[in-house]
């Protein structure tokens, strides 16, 4: 839309000039040229223009081709002719008159005036040129005397004014790079808020067209004073642009800013109705005073201005519902919800039969759902889905809307209906492929296999030829690979691949079927389709992982280069970290289990520079200080430790800290004095020529020394004999041991000065002090396990949980047990929920389980034991499952499932020690609860027979056996088995020492 120019000074001017009455006319022709002069001048300074006209034209025939001097005088003259025509404009409004006067004023600019009558002609003659439309000469006269010299001369208010009307004119040409100077000119001599506005106004369309967003933000507190040209519709449509424009680069708080300083249509209209009304008023009561006309010019214009503005505005298309619209949508961008929904219903009341009031509908049903307004969600949907104008589209995303709102809130029932009323009425439809997506992956993620199972047999039947029948499939298939049953699961996948080769299932139909053989152990199948997939897709975002299990099976084929290759793909073909990660993790352990220690930990450093910010940083700063370790650099490796433990341990994130504290502790002080022990022992054999001698030549002198010093490096025993030629130079020359004292020397050189409770008592204060929480956590657990406590400890609270990293979460539950059991609850909790498979989830498992079961809560924590058991099969840790277990049921009477528990125990090769002899003596027991006393006898025998070691379970196992030989009536062998037990003073500490006396005693 464009501006309504009012032309202020062109019609005051008018108005003014009018004539007051007529005057009585002499034939100019026949005057003489003095009372010709002295006539018109008397005429023109009365503001008679018109009547005057005929004297100044006949002044103007006589003179124009006089002398040059005669000539000179003309300027004014020419000037009152083109007064003369604007008068005859203001009455008769015909352009043509407008001409006769820019040609009188141009002809009075070229015949020479005073810079005052320039000024004054310039401005007349621009008016002119604005009432012609011609703006760009209008501007061009505006701008001479808005320019020096001519605006020296002007006083503040003409200067005001001729600013305005050059800016009007610039405006009306949209030439925005010359226009903007003068518009800020015009607002930094602006004086009243209405000219500040008009102005601000301007430079405003300016900058939209110019897309400067910043300099519109700065302009609207100026634009949004209450005056009438903040009622302009120009304006306020320029506000709304603007404001999509912010919006449309997501500057959406900007864009509300603008979008809510904006007048719609009415209200201007409202503004300008009130408006007229009052200038009316105050002319009536001004006639009623007897004012004249004249006196009630600026009135009388003010009030024709406005019925102006009025009529264009009654022309103006109502722009509110746009408005309404623009304010919903950037709600919706910015992400404010709640107004959205509002803003959307608000339309749609106003609006019910604009075309997109259906939409809206729905958006605000979408947004009302996402939001969890449950009430107004189902209102809107039930409004959609009983017609109400809504097309079918609408109904069908409403449907799928649905469907999604109730797995989102896990609403299972409503869930299942709204899929099960989508696959009726639409099962032909695209989107149905998008339902049983939602179907399958709900019931995968909740661990409900058979009930997956069982409704996609019955979904096969009713969608079979639809988009959909790819994913019953695939979902299944999925379902039975993550229970390990890789047959069923390639029978799914491999229908895919056959059937399906457009499914969006089916490249990962094609890994998941390779998967199945990887999972069975069938390497060679694995391996081919593996590599088919490579070369089906070689630019899948799976073939990483791909490569990964190719490296796999390689390393697990002892196919050492074949597996780093492979390896070495993973991070050109993925962006995930995980297998980015591993792919890195088991190159490195593939190398150190080979020996290949330099390759692994260069490998280790090339993954902490290329992935250390996003990936595994701490961890693989701990590993390659293991890998330090082995490579005799173990003074180097302790002291990364530390560096890393107190860069990294704030953040709980950085697991990798939890295993470096515990390497610290454990092994400072044994490391500080192999590294002591092993320089010393060097250092004599290269002083002591005869000692080195010896070592060089008597192996079982070496050895003594080896045997009768633990803290010698064992390591460097092995190096000492690594062959006959090292032996013999060694024993002519202390030079082959020079490697190995510089190595020591350097080792011992970047050792940590500090012990591990000197600098974790320090930094602890510190991190205290600067409340870093994680860090001290982390530090006092270090501490403690020193068995230094800090003088003063933390206090654990609810909101440190978030702050801790698994092995912390352990640590706070087992301090918590007794002072705290629901925080110790919780915190064992948050490590099992931990996102990562991390090792402290077995301890987490087991310890809650414990501590449940201490609370008397059995069921419980027999949920925990299982899912302990299930989870982690292998743990060695995972005994003390089978043993809780085991005891619950013989508690219970159930003796058979408890002996069954502890025989898996017996069965597992790697959980030999104290676990088999707690295993051995609880089998006994149940055989003595069963009164199977032979059975029991043997046991319990082999327990304090084989795992004497392990004294409690040998003198529970001497007492029951006692026990059991007593109830087979032999007597003489109870009392010989309790005196062998009391004869061995291992068992005096025990707890069960006591009872053994007394049993004794007894029989």
């Known amino acids: 839309m464009t501006l309504k120019y009012p032309r202020f000074s062109l019609f005051i001017v008018l108005i003014l000039m009018l004539p007051l009455g007529a005057v009585a006319q002499v034939d100019p022709a026949s005057m003489g040229i003095t009372p010709l002069q002295e006539r018109a001048s008397e005429l023109s300074a009365e503001n008679r223009f018109q009547s005057a006209r005929p004297y100044l034209l006949e002044i103007i025939n006589r003179l124009k081709e006089g002398t040059e001097e005669e000539q000179a005088t003309l300027g004014p003259v020419y000037f009152f002719v083109g007064l003369s025509y604007l008068q005859d404009y203001s009455q008769q409004s015909d352009p043509a008159l407008l001409q006769q006067a820019i040609d009188a004023f141009t002809n009075a600019l070229a015949s020479g005036v005073t810079e005052e009558r320039e000024i004054a002609i310039l401005e007349f003659r621009g008016d002119s040129y604005r009432g012609l439309g011609e703006f760009d000469k209008a501007a061009a006269d505006y701008e001479k005397v808005a320019s020096p010299p001519l605006s020296r001369r002007l006083r503040p208010a003409d200067e005001r004014d001729v600013l305005q009307k050059l800016s009007l004119s610039l405006h009306a040409q949209r030439d925005w790079n010359k226009a903007l100077p003068w518009f800020r000119a015009f607002l930094d001599k602006s004086e009243t808020d209405r000219e500040r506005a008009l102005a601000a106004g301007l430079i405003l369309e300016a900058y939209i067209e110019q897309n400067n967003l910043n300099g519109i933000m700065e302009l609207l507190p100026l634009i949004t004073v209450d005056n009438p040209s903040r009622y302009s519709v120009s304006l306020n449509v320029a506000l709304m642009q603007a404001g999509d424009k912010l919006s449309d680069k997501g500057q959406y708080a900007q864009a509300a800013l603008l979008y809510n300083a904006t007048l719609t249509r009415d209200q201007i209209l409202r503004y300008f109705e009130e408006r007229e009304g009052l200038q009316s008023a105050q002319i009536e009561r001004m006639r009623a005073r007897g004012s004249s006309e004249e006196r009630m010019a600026d009135e009388i214009i003010e009030l024709e201005n406005t019925r102006q503005q009025l009529a264009a505005i009654r022309q103006v298309t109502p722009y509110t519902s746009q408005l309404m619209a623009r304010v919903a949508r950037n709600y919706y961008l910015a992400g404010r919800d709640y107004e959205a929904v509002w803003a959307y219903l608000r339309f749609v009341d106003n609006y019910p039969d604009d075309p997109i009031a259906q939409e809206f509908r729905f958006a605000a049903f979408i947004t009302a759902t996402k939001l969890g307004m449950e009430g107004l969600s189902r209102q809107l949907g039930e409004q959609i889905l009983e017609g109400g104008g809504s097309n079918e589209d609408f109904r069908k995303r409403v449907l799928l809307s649905l469907a999604n709102a109730y797995l989102q809130s896990d609403e299972e029932r409503s869930f299942y209906e709204s899929v099960d009323d989508f696959l009726a009425q639409y099962a032909d439809s695209p989107e149905a492929a998008q339902v049983v997506f939602m179907l399958g992956n709900y019931l995968l993620n909740k661990g409900q296999f058979d009930e997956l199972e069982d409704r996609f047999a019955l979904l096969k039947t009713k969608l079979k030829g639809t988009p959909a029948e790819d994913g019953l499939y695939y979902w299944p298939g999925l379902s039975y690979l993550f229970q390990a049953q890789f047959e069923k699961a390639r029978e799914q996948f491999q229908t895919i691949v056959d059937q399906f080769p457009q499914s969006v299932y089916f490249e990962d139909s094609n890994y998941r079927l390779a998967m199945t053989y990887y999972g069975s152990d069938q390497s060679d199948v694995a391996t081919q389709k593996f590599e088919e997939f490579i070369q089906k897709f070689p630019n899948s975002g799976l073939r990483g992982e791909v490569e990964f299990f190719l490296g796999e099976i390689a390393a697990s084929d002892g196919e050492l280069l074949r597996a780093i290759k492979f390896y070495d793909e993973v991070p050109e073909h993925t962006d995930s970290i995980s297998f980015i990660t591993s792919a890195y993790f088991q190159k490195a352990k593939l190398l150190q289990k080979n020996g290949a220690l330099p390759r692994a930990a260069r490998t280790y450093e090339e ?34 430790y530390r560096k890393a433990i107190l860069e990294y341990g704030n953040d709980p994130a950085n697991l990798g800290v939890d295993p470096m504290i515990s390497t610290y502790v454990e092994q400072y002080d044994e490391v500080k004095a192999r590294l002591t022990a092993s320089l010393a022992f060097l250092e004599k054999m290269e002083t002591d020529p005869q000692f080195r001698e010896k070592i060089a030549t008597n192996r079982g002198f070496l050895y003594q020394q080896f045997a009768d010093n633990k803290n010698l490096d064992q390591g460097l025993y092995e190096e000492l004999r690594q062959s006959k030629e090292f032996s013999e130079a060694l024993a002519k020359s202390a030079e082959p041991l020079q490697p190995y004292l510089e190595n020591y020397r350097e080792q011992l050189k970047s050792f940590p000065k500090e012990t591990p409770e000197t600098v974790f008592s320090r930094e602890f204060t510190k991190a205290q002090r600067r409340n870093q929480r994680t860090l001290a956590m982390r530090l006092q657990m270090a501490l403690e396990e020193l068995g230094k406590p800090p003088r003063s400890p933390m206090v654990i609270q609810e909101s440190d949980l978030a702050l801790a990293s ?15 059991p629901e925080l110790a609850k919780r915190a064992y909790r948050m490590a099992i929920d931990y996102e990562e498979s991390v090792d402290e989830k077995v301890d987490a498992y087991l310890n809650l389980a414990d501590l449940l079961m201490a609370e008397g809560d059995t069921d419980a924590a027999m949920t925990l034991y299982q899912q302990a058991e299930e989870n982690f099969p292998a743990d060695p840790r995972i005994y003390r499952a089978l043993i809780a277990q085991a005891r619950v049921y013989a508690e219970k009477g159930n003796t058979g499932e408890a002996r069954e528990r502890l025989m898996q125990i017996l069965k597992t090769p790697d959980w030999r020690g104290e676990p088999h002899a707690e295993a051995l003596y609880r089998v006994g027991v149940t055989y003595f609860d069963e009164g199977k006393y032979p059975e029991a006898h043997g046991f319990f025998e082999r327990t304090f027979l084989g795992y004497g070691l392990f004294d409690e379970w040998a003198a529970r196992a001497y007492l029951m056996d006692a026990k059991t030989l007593v109830e087979m009536n032999e007597l003489e062998d109870a009392k010989r088995t309790l005196n062998e037990a009391l004869s061995d003073d291992r068992y005096r500490n025990t707890e069960i020492y006591s009872e053994l006396v007394e049993y004794e005693n007894s029989i």
């Open 806 to 820: 698994p092995k912390i979460l352990i640590w706070i539950g087992g301090n918590q047990t007794r002072v705290d």
């Open 607 to 640: 993954y902490i520079k290329e992935y250390g910010e996003e990936g595994q940083l701490t961890q693989a700063i701990f590993q390659l200080g293991e890998i330090r370790k082995e490579q005799g650099r173990p003074g180097e490796a302790l002291e990364e």
